[in-house]
C-alpha cells in the first residue's frame, strides 16, 4: 500500500466513523485493526497489543486519574461553592463584575485541577444560577465561561500537557510553567473582553444590586482560606517541582482528600461518588490514548509517519510558514477530534521536523497547546459546548455556537501573540524555571 | 546469499528497532550507519530497515516482537532483559569490571561468555548477535565522591543490576523517567544520576543541575546489544552471518571512538565552561565496588545456575586473570 | 444474558475504582519516606505502574456501560429510533472489531509474558504477567459488554419499543 493511499485510508475511515457517532476511542481503534489485518494479517496485532500495554505501564499516565480525580473531588465538596461565593462577595458593584469573578473563579480552579470538565461544569453549575438571577445575558455568561473553562487543560495541573511531554519527551515541570504562562494570558484576555463588552452593553450583565458589607466580604475568606491556600501552597510547592509529575499528583489529590476531610465532608458515599465518576472519566481519557496509541503504531509501521515528515519538509515552505501550517492543521482538527487523540495522532510527525527547523520545542508545544484549548469551544465538537449544554438545557446549541465565537477568535488571538514574540514563552519558562 | 537456493535476485529485508531516540548524532551515526553498513557489504541482497523507539513496538516489548515476529531484530540495551533473561546483564556488563574494549571483547568472544549469553537468548527464540561497546558509565552528581563513606545516603538515578551494587555501596536508589531526570536532579528528588557516558550526560544537560563528575567511570564500556529472530538468522548464508557479525565488532570501534571525542569535548565543557569538578574515587573504592558488584554477580548466578552460573565463573577468572581482585 | 454480563461488569468496575486510593496512598507513602527518611522505596514505581496499569485497562466496561465513551452526536438523532438504534449497531459492531482482536492478541501475550518469565528490569524484579492477565480479562470483558449492547441495539433497531428513544440508560 502506497503511503499516500495509507494516509488517505486511515484516516478517511476515521472521520467517517466518528461522523456517524462511533465513539473516537473505539474508531481509532478499530481502523488500527482492519488496517493491521489488510497489510499483514493476524500476525500483526503484536504492535497493537504491545501498544496498549505501553500505556498502561507508563508511571506518568498515572497523574491523569489523580488529577481527574482532585476535579472530581472538588466539585463534589462545599469548597468550591463556598470559594465562588467569596469572588460574588467581592466582585463589586459593577457591571459585569459577577462574571469576572465568574472567570477567576474558572481560573482558580484550573490551577487545582487537570481537566477542562471539572472547570467548565463547576463554574457553570454554580455560576449560572447566580448570573441568571441577575438578569445576565446568557449567551455572554455561557461564552464566557466555556471560554474559561478551556483554562482547565493549560493552567498547571494539566493532562493534555502531560501527554504531550510523554510524547515529546519534553520536561513536563517545564510545560506546566510554559502552560501558566501562556493561559494566564488568556485569563487576562478574557477579563479584557468581559470589561470592555460590559461597558458596551450594560444591560448584558448588570452589577449586584444590593451593597455587600465588609464584615461579610471578610467572612466569606475565612471558610475558604484554609482549605484553599493548603491546596494551592501544597500544588505550587510540587510544581516546582519537589517532585515528579505523578507524585504531585498524588500529593495533590491526597492533600484536597485532607482539605475535604477537615470540613466533615468525607463520608463513605462521598468517596465512593467520587471514585466512581472518576473511573467513567479515566476511562474515557485512557481509551482514547490506548485507541490513538494502536492507530499511529499501525500508521507509523506501515510508513505513515515518515511519509508525513517528509511531505512536510518536501512542501518547501519557509520554516515559519510551515509552523503556522501546522498550527492552522491542529485548530481544524480542533473541531472535529478529541486533544487527546490529536496529540498523539500529530505530534510524532510534527515534533521531529519542529525541532529540526531549529525553533525552540516548548514554545512550539504551549502554542499547539491553546490550540487544543479553542478545540474545546470551537464546533461542532467542542466538550465544553456540550457541558454547558447540559447545564442550560435551555440554550440551543446553536446559541452556544454563537456565544463561544468571539471567544474562538481571543484566543486565536493570544496564540497569534505567543506565537510572534516567543521570548514571552521561551524567556518567561528560563525566568520561572531559574527563580 | 539466502542458505536455501532461492532467486538471485531476491533481498531478504529485516526490520529493526532501535531505543535510541530520533534526532540525535548516534541514532544516524551508529544505529544507521550498522544497518547501511550491512546492506552494502551484501550488495543489497540483505537490506535493514531502521525504525524509531516505539513506532512498532514499545522498547520493552522489542525482545517478545523479535521472538514472535513483529520486528526481526533490535538494535537496544541488554539490561532490559534482565527480569526475563538475567544472562543479559552479564552482556550489558557489571560495574567495575571491565576496564576497556579489549577486555571486553576478550571475555565474551574469546573466553568464551558469549557462547553462553546466546544460549540464553536462544531459549527465548532469539539469536544474540553480540555486544556493542557503548562507551563508560558516569555518574554526575551534586556532591563529590573521594571514598567509600560518600557513597552513604546518595540518592542516585539508577536500573537493574547497577542499582543493586549501588545500594550495596549505601545509596538509595531511585527509578525517574527519563524525560523528568533533569528536573528531579535540579529540585533534590535524587542527588546523582548517570545516563551513559559523559556525553550522555551532558546531552541531558546535567551539567546545569551537578557540579560534579566522579571518575573513573563505574565501568568502561558498557554494552549494547544486536539480536535478530532465530528462524530469520538461520535463514542467513554462512556469508552474510559473516558480515553481519563482523558489522557489529566494527560497530563496537565506531562508536567507543566516536563517544570518546564526544566525552572528551564534554569533560573540556564541563570543567572549563560550566563551572564543574572531576572527583576522583579513591583506588578503595573502586575495589570495594567490585567486591559488592561480583557479590550481586554471584546472587545472580543462585538464581539462574545455568547461564548466569557458568558467565559469573568465567568473570571471576577473568577478574583473577586481570589482576583485578 | 445481557442483563448478567452488564451486572458482573458494573460490579466489577465500582471495585476497580477504588484501586486510584491505594495507588495514591503508595505513591504518598515513597514521597514521605523519601523527603523524611532519605530512603526511597525500590518497589512504589513498579506497583504504581502495576495498579494504574490495571486500573486504566479494567475500566473500559465500566465506562461503556456508563456511556462514558464519547461520541460526536452530529447523526445521532433520537427523533429516528430505528435510524439512532443502526449507529448503535455500528459503533458496538467496530468496538467489537478493536477489542475482538485485542482480547485475541492478548492471551498470546500473555502467555509470552508467563514463559519468558518477564519482569521489571529495575532492581524490584517482579513478575510483569499479572499487569499482562489483568489486560486480557479487560479486554475481554468490554468485548463482552459490547457484544451484550450490540445485542441490544439489534433488538431495538429491529423491534424499537417507545422507551426506546434514547440509548439504553446506565445499568
Ligand atoms: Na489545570
Ligand atoms: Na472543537
Redesign the interface.
Known amino acids: 500500500m502506497t503511503p499516500e493511499l495509507l494516509t488517505l485510508g486511515m484516516f478517511g475511515s476515521l472521520v467517517l466513523l466518528i461522523v456517524f457517532g462511533v465513539s473516537l476511542s473505539f474508531a481509532l481503534g478499530g481502523v488500527a485493526v482492519a488496517f493491521t489485518l489488510i497489510l499483514s494479517g493476524s500476525n500483526g496485532l503484536f504492535p497493537m497489543v504491545s501498544a496498549v500495554f505501553g500505556t498502561m505501564w507508563s508511571v506518568l499516565l498515572a497523574a491523569v486519574p489523580l488529577f481527574i480525580f482532585i476535579g472530581v473531588t472538588l466539585s463534589k465538596s462545599r469548597i468550591s461553592r463556598d470559594l465562588y461565593q467569596a469572588f460574588y462577595l467581592w466582585s463589586g458593584r459593577v457591571n459585569g463584575g459577577l462574571l469576572l469573578g465568574t472567570a477567576g473563579f474558572a481560573a482558580v480552579l484550573s490551577a487545582m485541577t487537570g481537566s477542562c470538565a471539572a472547570s467548565t461544569l463547576t463554574t457553570g453549575k454554580i455560576g449560572m444560577p447566580a448570573m441568571e438571577r441577575l438578569g445576565y445575558d446568557r449567551g455572554f455568561a455561557l461564552g464566557t465561561i466555556a471560554a474559561a473553562g478551556t483554562l482547565g487543560i493549560i493552567i498547571p495541573p494539566s493532562i493534555t500537557l502531560i501527554v504531550i511531554g510523554m510524547t515529546t519527551g519534553l520536561s513536563i515541570g517545564r510545560l506546566f510553567m510554559g502552560g501558566l504562562i501562556a493561559g494566564l494570558l488568556m485569563l487576562v484576555a478574557i477579563l479584557a473582553y468581559v470589561v470592555v463588552y460590559a461597558w458596551q452593553f450594560p444591560g448584558a450583565a448588570p452589577a449586584i444590586g444590593h451593597r455587600v458589607s465588609v464584615a461579610e466580604k471578610l467572612r466569606s475568606l475565612r471558610s475558604v482560606l484554609a482549605p484553599v491556600t493548603i491546596i494551592v501552597v501544597v500544588l505550587a510547592s510540587i510544581f516546582m517541582g519537589l517532585a515528579t509529575p505523578t507524585e504531585a499528583a498524588a500529593v495533590g489529590a491526597f492533600t484536597v482528600l485532607l482539605a475535604v476531610a477537615m470540613q466533615g465532608e468525607v463520608t463513605l458515599r462521598f468517596l465512593r461518588e467520587v471514585c466512581f465518576e472518576t473511573a467513567v472519566t479515566t476511562g474515557m481519557v485512557i481509551w482514547i490514548v490506548f485507541g490513538a496509541t494502536a492507530f499511529v503504531s499501525v500508521y507509523s509501521a506501515a510508513g505513515g509517519i515518515s511519509f508525513m515528515q517528509s511531505f512536510l519538509t518536501d512542501l518547501e515552505l519557509s520554516p515559519w510558514m510551515l509552523v503556522i501550517l501546522m498550527q492552522l492543521v491542529v485548530l481544524i482538527l480542533g473541531m472535529f477530534l478529541d486533544p487527546l487523540g490529536i496529540i498523539l495522532l500529530v505530534l510524532p510527525m510534527y515534533y521531529p521536523v519542529v525541532v529540526q527547523l531549529g525553533f525552540d520545542p516548548l514554545w512550539f508545544c504551549i502554542i499547539f497547546q491553546v490550540n487544543l484549548c479553542i478545540g474545546y469551544i470551537t464546533p461542532p465538537f467542542g466538550y465544553n459546548i456540550f457541558y454547558l449544554k447540559t447545564i442550560s438545557p435551555e440554550a440551543t446549541i446553536l446559541q452556544l455556537y454563537r456565544s463561544v465565537m468571539p471567544y474562538v477568535a481571543l484566543l486565536l488571538l493570544c496564540g497569534a501573540i505567543l506565537m510572534a514574540f516567543p521570548a514571552i514563552l521561551v524567556e518567561g519558562t528560563a525566568w520561572l524555571t531559574a527563580g | 546469499a539466502p542458505a536455501t537456493i532461492a532467486a538471485a535476485s531476491s533481498a531478504t529485508t529485516w526490520r529493526m528497532q532501535t531505543h535510541f531516540?530520533?534526532?540525535t548524532w548516534y541514532y544516524d551515526a551508529i544505529f544507521q550507519d550498522f544497518a547501511r553498513r550491512v546492506t552494502t557489504a551484501t550488495n543489497g541482497e540483505l537490506v535493514i530497515e531502521t525504525?524509531a523507539p516505539?513506532?512498532?513496538?514499545?522498547t520493552?516489548?522489542s525482545?517478545?516482537?523479535a521472538?514472535?515476529?513483529?520486528l526481526d531484530g533490535a538494535f537496544t540495551f541488554p539490561?532490559?532483559?534482565?527480569?526475563?533473561i538475567p544472562a543479559a546483564g552479564h552482556l550489558n556488563g557489571n560495574l567495575a569490571t571491565f576496564s576497556n574494549n579489549t577486555e571486553m571483547e576478550y571475555f565474551m568472544y574469546e573466553m568464551g561468555a558469549l557462547d553462553i549469553i546466546r544460549e540464553a537468548y536462544a531459549e527465548?527464540g532469539i539469536h544474540q548477535v553480540g555486544p556493542v561497546a557503548g562507551g563508560g558509565v558516569t555518574l554526575f552528581g551534586k556532591r563529590p565522591i573521594h571514598t567509600a563513606a560518600d557513597f552513604q545516603?546518595y540518592?542516585i538515578r539508577t536500573?537493574?543490576?547497577a542499582?543493586?551494587v549501588l545500594?550495596k555501596m549505601g545509596a538509595?536508589?531511585?527509578?525517574?523517567?527519563?524525560?523528568?531526570l533533569?528536573?528531579?536532579l535540579?529540585?533534590?528528588?535524587v542527588d546523582a544520576a548517570h545516563w551513559g557516558s559523559v556525553s550522555g550526560g551532558m546531552s541531558m544537560n546535567f551539567q546545569e543541575v551537578t557540579k560534579y563528575i566522579v571518575q573513573p567511570d563505574l565501568v568502561s564500556p558498557t554494552n549494547l546489544e544486536v539480536f535478530v529472530n532465530a528462524g530469520k538468522w538461520s535463514q542467513l548464508g554462512e556469508d552474510h552471518k559473516q558480515v553481519v557479525n563482523d558489522a557489529v565488532r566494527a560497530t563496537t570501534g565506531i562508536y567507543t571512538a566516536r563517544i570518546m571525542q564526544a566525552d572528551l569535548n564534554g569533560i573540556d565543557t564541563f570543567v572549563n565552561k560550566s563551572g564543574g569538578e572531576i572527583s576522583m574515587m579513591e583506588a578503595s573504592v573502586l575495589e570495594e565496588m567490585r567486591m559488592k558488584s561480583l557479590e550481586v554477580v554471584d546472587e545472580i548466578s543462585a538464581q539462574d545456575p545455568k547461564y548466569s552460573g557458568r558467565i559469573g565463573e568465567l568473570l571471576h577468572e577473568f577478574m583473577r586473570q586481570t589482576g583485578k581482585v | 444474558m445481557v442483563r448478567l454480563i452488564t451486572y458482573l461488569n458494573s460490579l466489577l468496575g465500582k471495585a476497580i475504582s477504588f484501586a486510584i486510593l491505594i495507588g495514591m496512598i503508595i505513591i504518598v507513602y515513597e514521597v514521605i519516606m523519601r523527603y523524611a527518611f532519605n530512603a526511597p522505596t525500590v518497589w512504589v514505581q513498579g506497583y504504581t505502574q502495576r495498579i494504574f496499569g490495571a486500573y486504566f485497562v479494567l475500566l473500559g466496561a465500566y465506562t461503556l456501560i456508563h456511556r462514558g465513551h464519547v461520541r460526536v452526536d452530529l447523526l445521532l438523532n433520537d427523533r429516528y429510533p430505528r435510524w439512532r438504534a443502526f449507529l448503535d449497531v455500528v459503533n458496538y459492531l467496530v468496538l467489537l472489531l478493536w477489542t475482538g482482536a485485542l482480547s485475541y492478541q492478548a492471551w498470546s501475550y500473555l502467555e509470552m509474558s508467563w514463559l519468558f518469565n518477564e519482569r521489571d528490569d529495575s532492581a524490584l524484579g517482579h513478575p510483569i504477567w499479572p499487569v499482562k492477565l489483568a489486560l486480557f480479562i479487560g479486554v475481554v470483558l468490554i468485548a463482552l459488554q459490547g457484544l451484550a449492547e450490540l445485542v441490544d441495539a439489534i433488538r431495538r433497531m429491529v423491534r424499537p419499543t417507545p422507551d426506546d428513544s434514547k440509548e439504553g440508560s446506565p445499568a
Not at chain 2, 538509595?172 to 523528568?180: F, I, K, L, N
Open positions: 531516540p530520533t534526532g525504525h516505539g513506532s512498532i513496538v514499545s520493552g516489548d525482545l517478545m516482537a521472538a514472535q515476529g513483529a539490561a532490559y532483559w534482565v527480569g526475563q527465548r545516603g540518592k536500573t537493574g543490576t542499582a543493586r545500594e538509595a536508589p531511585v527509578s525517574v523517567a527519563g524525560g523528568e533533569y528536573q528531579a535540579q529540585t533534590g528528588i
